[in-house]
């Protein structure tokens, strides 16, 4: 690098990949995502002559057999035997892992500047550098060491921690909200804003008067002291009698764990009841230790018992599925095909996933429940909370995509999903086949717990403060090691975020108050409208609500409409971006009308789904049926005529 011209990966004007030498403007780019994209492939690319390196090494031993070894041969031949050891026995990765770990963007840098190709370009960007510098050191020596000390309000008051630890539908929530019930005050944590919802309307039911506080709606009952939230609601300045934070294995999971965390550090609660799996107990009795607090642990067990189901050891679909099964599928195309070959085998079915509006969920949940539909075809959403009348889990796939790459379903999944088989006082028995793989569900099933490592750690609030771009602040943050056994987990969505918005203008004090908007980045038409919304206040400006809401109105639907779910999902998806732009920076009489028109697309879902005609896959070039099963877009019948027609004089 000091000295080689440096090659790098680019589209060019057509759309293709092809090498192109690194260019003045593109090396602040370079410099800044050279760790995250080091792989074998690039470190090949970026040091072709990898072997000769390690040859100088080499030379410097004393070990005979090893100098023997390179004057035998011509360098360029002992160079591709290193090469080629290095990648069948897998050190090519120790090399990739080591410069993940020491090649930062301050040290690629100044390499850079020793290049005398690109030493003069470089120094445009000396001035950056330096800052990124002040800002890497600002924000480690802000870090504590440890980390309950970024939690000070909590450290005032002495807490006591009761541990519901055990398998689901072992009762776990329900012991902890029944204490909840009985205190003065207090607040349920869920990790879905359906089971806030759920909560929220049990204890109004049960006659305590409690408000429901989500990233996207708020009910305030009056008179209520109890509030049932989603995690990443709670507000730590806020002190309660009891607060339940439920499901707090979560604190492990990479996107969101750093929400459990901060409220197992700093809830300023008296009485803190923590919901978890067996495997969360080592990481979360070592965090309420960390915080000088005491705590007992309340071991559960599952009411009923869980068996593999024998007579359905091959299981046929749909000839074997059954009254009282939940289906389980890992996407929402998924969830519509199998439900649409259920209908038209005349199975009515509730279906389940993360993308329907949250009532909808629990409007198709309730008819499940109540009996109106047979069975419920889900993705793993399923699995966190929801308290159904399952006789039978169906694993209809073990592979699922995690946001990164597509991987078989892990022990703590698998253990999570199949719990909700054997709802207790309903059956004597819960029951868990597979379409594939069933013995691999059965190993899974029935394995060790294997004990969480790790619990995430979110950056906290004050630091986007300093003196720094946020995307910059929130990159530096990542960068730096975590803790004993925190990590800082994956926070590459608010960077992504961060960065579109300082590209439309840089103005941090309204863009750390922005990202507060939760949005998901993936979804081209809630995202479209949240850069707009933002490009419009950043110059001065307010949105015209009333124009967006028009846009995205389920009026703009037709029931029959092939399209007709996804396009209300994503209008539906919009409406609670206006309910938490307009909560925070709008006016609150124009929250109802947002609400109002969130319930009608809700209703027009409803409508639809109560039809039971959910269209089949089909052929995208002949319309043909496809079974759910099948992987691609397109029939054999039409893959065959186009591979013809594709051949040399056709």
């Not at 689901?168 to 012991?175: A, E, H, I, L, V």
Request: contains cysteine; neutral net charge.
């Amino acid at each position: 690098m000091r000295t080689k011209k440096i090659y790098v990966d680019l589209r060019n004007e057509y759309g293709k990949t092809e090498k192109q030498e690194l260019s003045g403007a593109r090396i602040e780019f370079f410099c800044r995502d050279f760790q995250k994209k080091m792989n074998q492939t690039s470190l090949l690319q970026l040091m072709p002559d990898i072997g000769d390196v390690i040859i100088d090494v080499l030379w410097e031993s004393e070990d005979a057999d090893v100098l023997n070894f390179l004057s035998d041969g011509r360098k360029k031949a002992v160079s591709k035997v290193i090469v080629k050891y290095l990648r069948e026995s897998g050190h090519i990765k120790d090399i990739v892992a080591f410069i993940k770990e020491n090649a930062t963007e301050h040290v690629v840098f100044e390499q850079l500047m020793k290049n005398p190709r690109y030493r003069r370009a470089a120094k445009r960007y000396e001035k950056n550098m330096e800052a990124k510098k002040l800002l890497f050191e600002n924000i480690e020596n802000s870090t504590p060491n440890d980390y309950t000390e970024l939690f000070p309000l909590a450290r005032e008051i002495k807490r006591r921690f009761i541990l519901h630890l055990g398998p689901t539908n072992s009762g776990k929530t329900y012991q902890a909200m029944e204490d909840l019930k009985s205190a003065d005050n207090g607040i349920y944590l869920a990790p879905l804003r359906l089971l806030a919802y759920e909560q929220y309307e049990r204890m109004n039911r049960e006659g305590v008067p409690c408000s429901m506080i989500t990233g996207e709606e708020r009910i305030l009952m009056p008179g209520s002291f109890h509030q049932s939230s989603t995690i990443e609601m709670l507000d730590l300045e806020e002190e309660w009698d009891i607060a339940v934070i439920d499901e707090a294995q979560m604190a492990a999971d990479r996107q969101r764990g750093g929400y459990w965390t901060s409220a197992i550090l700093g809830v300023r609660a008296k009485t803190v009841h923590v919901c978890a799996s067996q495997d969360a107990e080592a990481l979360l009795t070592r965090m309420i230790k960390s915080c000088g607090d005491t705590y007992e642990i309340q071991y559960h067990d599952r009411k009923t018992p869980l068996v593999m189901d024998e007579s359905a050891r091959d299981f046929d679909f749909p000839a074997d599925v059954k009254k009282g099964d939940a289906l389980i599928v890992f996407s929402r195309r998924d969830v519509h095909s199998v439900a649409a070959e259920l209908q038209q085998h005349d199975i009515k079915c509730s279906i389940i996933y993360g993308s329907l509006p949250y009532d909808v969920r629990h409007r198709e949940a309730r008819k499940f429940a109540d009996g109106d539909t047979d069975v419920v075809v889900a993705t793993d959403a399923i699995g966190m909370g929801m308290n159904l009348p399952i006789r039978r889990i169906v694993f209809l796939q073990t592979i699922k995509f995690d946001g990164i790459d597509e991987r078989p379903l892990n022990s703590s999944e698998v253990k999570q999903i199949a719990g909700r088989a054997g709802r207790y006082g309903i059956y004597d028995t819960g029951y868990v086949t597979s379409y594939y793989d069933y013995e691999t569900i059965e190993g899974l099933l029935f394995s060790r717990l294997i004990p969480l490592r790790q619990v995430m750690i979110n950056i906290p609030e004050d630091f986007l403060h300093k003196d720094g771009r946020v995307s910059e602040i929130l990159e530096t943050w990542n960068k730096i090691p975590a803790e004993k056994y925190y990590n800082k987990g994956d926070i590459s969505e608010k960077i992504t975020v961060a960065r579109a918005l300082e590209k439309i203008r840089d103005n941090r004090k309204l863009i750390r108050k922005y990202i507060r908007i939760p949005i998901d980045d993936g979804n081209k038409d809630t995202f479209r409208v949240y850069l707009d919304f933002y490009g419009i206040l950043v110059n001065g400006g307010y949105p015209d609500l009333d124009r967006t809401m028009a846009e995205y109105s389920e009026k703009n639907v037709g029931e029959e409409d092939k399209n007709a779910l996804l396009m209300l999902e994503t209008s539906s998806a919009v409406y609670d971006f206006l309910y938490s732009f307009t909560r925070i920076f709008g006016s609150e009489d124009d929250l109802d009308k947002i609400l109002d028109g969130k319930r009608e697309i809700s209703e027009k879902i409803f409508r639809i789904l109560d039809k039971q005609e959910l269209n089949l896959r089909s052929c995208a070039y002949c319309g043909k049926k496809l079974n759910w099963s099948y992987k691609y877009n397109m029939c054999q019948e039409c893959f065959r005529k186009r591979r013809y027609m594709r051949r040399p004089g056709h």
